[in-house]
């Protein structure tokens, strides 16, 4: 039908100050749009991307309004529901001149956020899209916000990447004390550091750690990169991506998409929305993947894959969703997914941060890594934590720029309030005030709380790792070590990465896979994609890593399809979780419930101090629908991995004696350059094994006068090979470390890095072999769930306790009648 309304009025509020540095939001306010004008309505839906092309006036399921900016400055499109009714509407907003889309927003609802940048004077048509559902209105609001520059425009600082040597604990500690940038691509012995200017780099120099350059340039990178991407999507060429896709989706395409996979598979896809809107006020979407996909008490473990905690790490997204498509493909055209899906539920969220992956992904792209490079913004767009002159302004332009916010991948309660989070607001790992404080994280806690999630992987870049718990080396390795390693190894197989725990790129505490492994038993990974950088070329970073082709590193393994392929078979592998079984009335409904509280860490203050933690307060359920007669339901073990204990092994016998290091005659003469060039000194000794001794590690140390010296230690294998070192900078000590040594030859290599004074050398003294046992394992108390029956008006009808364990199958019996409650037993 056609538009009832000619045009509407525009509010404009009135802005506020931004800061002294960047821009300021002004306005001038107008007299307020009438009801009429607010309200779009359409009689027809039609099924359309509102966001595709703008559409002529008096399109069937259209309407629109057309309005002209009166700032230099942001606009602001929004929908809410009409008269109370929700439905399916979309919002884009266009230039009218050329027709391109300058904003736009396809979420589930009819709660639609548009936001982007404009000129004054610019023509706009802002399009509502009825896409489905009962309501044949909305409600439209339109606000302009002026930006107005402040103060005195600085030179953009050259930005660069750096590894920065970090051989010892002692080392990490340090480098995370800095608040510099650290990103997820790092080893035993290195972590690589983004520096925005100069402050950052004096910063690292007064540490004392050693760098070396790996991007003198990040802006000239990003630059280079987008010409990358302009060049591969030109060329008209579909790729080799379940979607065919080219390039980087915006949030809006992601939204349509998934609701159009629902759509075309209405029984196997469900398009759903997450438990709570952002800070901004955006609806997050997933979709569920599974045969009768409505039935989610149907008893199936539950995969689930998300993407883009981190704002700027846009191919998070991409093989998320791309994994969507990948299962409903292959549902229809491979027998071997079909088999997997038909035996699975899947959830894919694409997007957990949506307000902060919107500003990033619709920025100026700058790549300067400034306060104001939103581009570059990691964090969500929490405004409270930080001073309040700051949380002035909109997320996209601000006082406080891309620094304002909480890292939603430090939020969670796993540990939270250790090490490896920032404290304060401006860091870019600020864990937030409280745990789970941020909507984003808690709606991953509710949807793994309530769905018994069995297998979960977090997607960020980058670093070609794949990180398994725990993030604190002193938390120690769960009893499930030896199961957790082999699938994060099967895994690392097939795209190439490095399979390590979290702790061994640096320590973390409150992220996504540390609160849900070990409070929940599913297993839980990271994947930091590519080594190339945060949002690199789409055809490296994406499709090259996602199917598993040069240059990735799991070229002609599978890349990353064939990874998630794994975790998806190990989450319908019976050994892999428990399974209860019994007999129900069909239309009953059984529920497990376990309620606990887990201490956090002991929450490190900004002032130094450290404060006791904090109690968090969790409830893990999950629920099966009855069908009638024998079922067989897939939960995850009754115990908790962090109450069941603690990896390690008993001693077979004492440790080695201690072994003192002779040093050689002279010194060697100054080398920067080892292993390339060999000029050292050796030191071979002896390592025993059972029956004799039993070492669970040994550490090698030295130690010399002057902090100002600076000799690096190595240990070499019967081999040649490296297998640990300490290389540090402005100590006067070395403490190479490892665990569970192998019987045998080794040496010890000191390489005379640095000398103040040649001429009369400082010496390196008190070379030693220490020894330690095995630290044991520890065993804590099981746990049990509380199975609950009610029938079909609600009425409890049985109850019992039940412990069950990984690989375990449980007969729960007729739990449903009154005499399965008086004769129920406790199972261990």
Avoid at 306 to 314: D, L, P
Avoid at 520 to 542: K, L, Q, S
Avoid at 544 to 573: C, H, I, S, T
Avoid at 617 to 644: C, H, I, K, L, M
Wanted: hydrophobic fraction near 35%.
């Amino acid at each position: 039908m056609r538009s009832r309304h000619r045009s509407t009025r525009v509010v404009v509020r009135a802005g506020v100050a931004v800061g002294v540095v960047g821009l300021a939001l002004v306005g001038v306010a107008v007299p307020p749009a009438t009801a009429q004008d607010r309200e779009v309505r359409a009689d027809r839906s039609a099924f359309r991307a509102c966001h595709a092309s703008l559409l002529p006036a008096g399109t069937a399921g259209v309407d629109r309004r057309e309005v002209t900016s009166e700032v230099d400055g942001l606009v602001q499109a929004r929908l809410a529901p009409g008269n109370g009714r929700e439905g399916d509407w979309d919002l884009a907003v266009f230039d009218k001149a050329s027709g391109a889309v300058v904003a736009a927003s396809a979420a589930l609802r009819s709660r639609e956020l548009a936001e982007s940048f404009v000129r004054k004077g610019q023509q706009l048509v802002v399009q509502a899209c009825r896409y489905d559902g009962p309501s044949r209105t909305a409600t439209l609001g339109v606000d302009f916000l002026a930006l107005t520059p402040q103060g005195t425009p600085t030179t953009a600082e050259r930005a660069e990447v750096v590894r920065v040597e970090t051989p010892r604990q002692e080392d990490k500690d340090t480098l995370l004390g800095l608040d510099l940038d650290l990103t997820e691509k790092g080893d035993a012995t290195g972590v690589e550091v983004v520096l925005a200017g100069d402050a950052d780099r004096e910063t690292l120099r007064r540490s004392g750690l050693k760098s070396t350059t790996v991007d003198a340039d990040l802006s000239r990178t990003s630059r280079e990169a987008a010409e990358r991407d302009r060049a591969y999507t030109a060329r008209g060429r579909a790729s080799g991506l379940p979607s065919r896709r080219t390039s980087y989706r915006h949030l809006y395409e992601y939204e349509y998409e998934l609701k159009e996979l629902a759509r075309g598979n209405p029984r196997l896809v469900r398009a759903f929305t997450l438990a709570e809107p952002t800070n901004e006020g955006r609806d997050v979407v997933a979709v569920e993947i599974a045969e009768d996909v409505d039935n989610a008490a149907d008893g199936k473990p539950v995969n689930v894959l998300m993407g883009v905690h981190h704002a700027r790490e846009w191919p998070a997204g991409e093989h998320a969703v791309e994994w969507a498509h990948e299962l409903v493909n292959g549902y229809h055209r491979d027998n071997s997914i079909r088999s997997l899906v038909a035996r699975t539920r899947n959830i894919v969220v694409p997007i957990v941060n949506a307000d902060g992956f919107s500003i990033s992904r619709e920025a100026e792209p700058k790549g300067d890594f400034t306060r104001f490079d939103y581009e570059m913004k990691r964090k969500n767009c929490r405004a409270d934590d930080s001073p309040p002159q700051l949380r002035t302004g909109v997320c996209k332009a601000n006082p406080g720029g891309s620094a304002r916010g909480t890292d939603p991948n430090r939020n969670y309660a796993g540990f939270w309030g250790g090490a490896g989070a920032g404290l304060t607001w401006g860091s870019e790992t600020f864990r937030g005030s409280a745990p789970f404080s941020e909507p984003e994280t808690r709606n991953i806690r509710d949807l793994v709380s309530k769905r018994a999630v069995t297998n979960l992987i977090t997607l960020h870049t980058y670093g070609n790792l794949v990180l398994r718990p725990p993030g604190v080396a002193d938390v120690r390795a769960p009893l499930e070590e030896p199961v957790v390693k082999a699938l994060g190894d099967r895994m690392a197989s097939r795209n190439g990465y490095d399979s390590i725990p979290s702790w061994g790129l640096y320590d973390t505490t409150g992220t996504t896979e540390d609160w849900s492994y070990w409070a929940t038993g599913g297993f839980g990974f990271t994947f930091e994609i590519n080594t190339a950088g945060f949002h690199p070329p789409y055809e490296d970073a994406v499709v090259a890593e996602y199917v598993g082709a040069p240059p990735a590193a799991g070229a002609g393994k599978g890349g990353n399809r064939a990874a998630f392929l794994d975790m998806l078979a190990n989450a319908a592998d019976p050994a892999a979780h428990a399974t209860l079984v019994g007999t129900a009335p069909k239309g009953y409904r059984l529920k497990v419930h376990k309620t606990f509280q887990t201490p956090t860490s002991p929450v490190r203050q900004p002032d130094g101090t450290t404060t006791p933690p904090i109690q968090v307060t969790d409830t893990v359920e999950s629920t099966y629908s009855s069908t009638g007669g024998r079922f067989t339901w897939s939960v995850n073990p009754s115990t908790r991995p962090y109450v069941a204990g603690r990896y390690g092994r008993d001693p077979l016998a004492p440790p080695q004696a201690a072994i003192a290091l002779p040093n050689p005659p002279g010194v060697p003469a100054e080398n920067t350059r080892f292993p390339g060039n060999p000029v050292a000194e050796s030191i071979p000794f002896t390592v025993q094994g059972v029956p004799a001794v039993d070492n669970g590690r040994f550490d090698v140390s030295v130690s010399w006068t002057s902090t100002s010296t600076d000799w690096d230690l190595y240990v070499l294998d019967a081999a040649g090979q490296v297998v640990t070192q300490s290389a540090a900078g402005g100590t006067n000590s070395e403490r190479a470390t490892l665990l569970d040594p192998p019987a045998g030859q080794y040496t010890a290599v000191l390489v005379n890095y640095d000398q103040v004074d040649p001429a009369n050398p400082d010496d390196w003294a008190a070379g030693r072999v220490e020894f330690s046992s095995p630290v044991p394992p520890t065993y804590g108390v099981k746990e049990a769930y509380t199975l609950t029956c009610t029938d079909r008006q609600g009425r409890l009808v049985g109850l019992t306790d039940v412990f069950v364990d990984r690989g375990q199958t449980v007969d729960v019996g007729d739990v449903c009648t009154d005499s399965a409650r008086t004769t129920k037993q406790r199972r261990r």
